[in-house]
């Protein structure tokens, strides 16, 4: 069975400041990957994903995640946070041949933003 | 706009009490999925639904029972057996894809207290 670990519970950030928020994946061929985000009592909204091809992918609101197979992680990136951003992430892994469709998540990393 | 509406935002039970938490989705989506959220665990998959008349268990099944009676509605049951119900429950919807997983596209959630 596929699993998702988030190291990070919480980082704190300045506006302005670059962000990285790390997953790693653990899964026997290449993951379907995806990253959410959630704000306070709400649901999550999609922020990029990965099927295949190019490992580098862009998604909304300036995000951006990197596949490394290697070291099975899937981190995300923003070269510049804005206190909108302050939010909870949630990394998310879907198996191949998966016969239910459905995605096993990651425990969250909540992003805070220093003005 | 097409989309996935859950109701109520919150619902308070008294212990003992069975309540039923409610997902409509008109994206004509064949899969639906509900998701257990608590603080630090990210989320957990209850049941899930990839064709009406038919439901399947996920991790956390015991103390909740759902039904699939049209595509798009998937109401969970919180029942007098779960022995701490006090979460945010998130419904999903996705395209079901043969082997493989897809995106899922979250409702705004309902906050269940036991009082």
């Known amino acids: 069975a596929q699993s998702v670990t988030q190291p990070d519970i919480h980082i704190t950030v300045s506006e302005g400041a670059s962000l990285e928020l790390r997953c790693n994946y653990s899964?026997?061929?290449?993951?379907?990957l995806f990253w959410y985000v959630q704000s306070p009592g709400q649901g999550l909204q999609l922020l990029l994903k990965?099927?295949?091809?190019?490992?580098l992918v862009q998604g909304i609101k300036g995000f951006e995640a990197e596949f490394k197979r290697s070291q099975s992680s899937f981190n995300l990136r923003k070269p510049s946070v804005h206190w909108s951003d302050a939010a909870e992430y949630f990394c998310a892994v879907g198996a191949r041949g998966n016969a239910g469709n459905m995605l096993t998540f990651g425990g969250g990393t909540r992003l805070m933003v220093k003005p | 706009d097409g989309g996935i509406t859950q109701s109520p935002k919150y619902l308070f039970r008294k212990e003992g009490q069975n309540v039923t938490l409610s997902c409509e989705q008109n994206l004509n989506h064949d899969a639906m999925y509900w998701y257990r959220q608590d603080p630090g665990q990210g989320l957990r998959l209850i049941y899930y639904?990839?064709?009406?008349?038919?439901?399947q268990k996920g991790d956390i099944a015991e103390g909740y029972s759902v039904s699939r009676e049209k595509k798009e509605s998937f109401p969970l049951t919180v029942t007098s057996a779960q022995k701490n119900p006090t979460a945010f429950y998130l419904c999903a919807s996705s395209i079901y894809k043969t082997g493989r997983a897809t995106e899922a596209f979250f409702g705004q959630g309902t906050r269940l207290t036991v009082v």
């Open positions: 899964y026997g061929a290449t993951p379907y």
């Open positions: 990965y099927f295949s091809g190019d490992t």
């Open positions: 639904s990839q064709i009406v008349n038919d439901f």
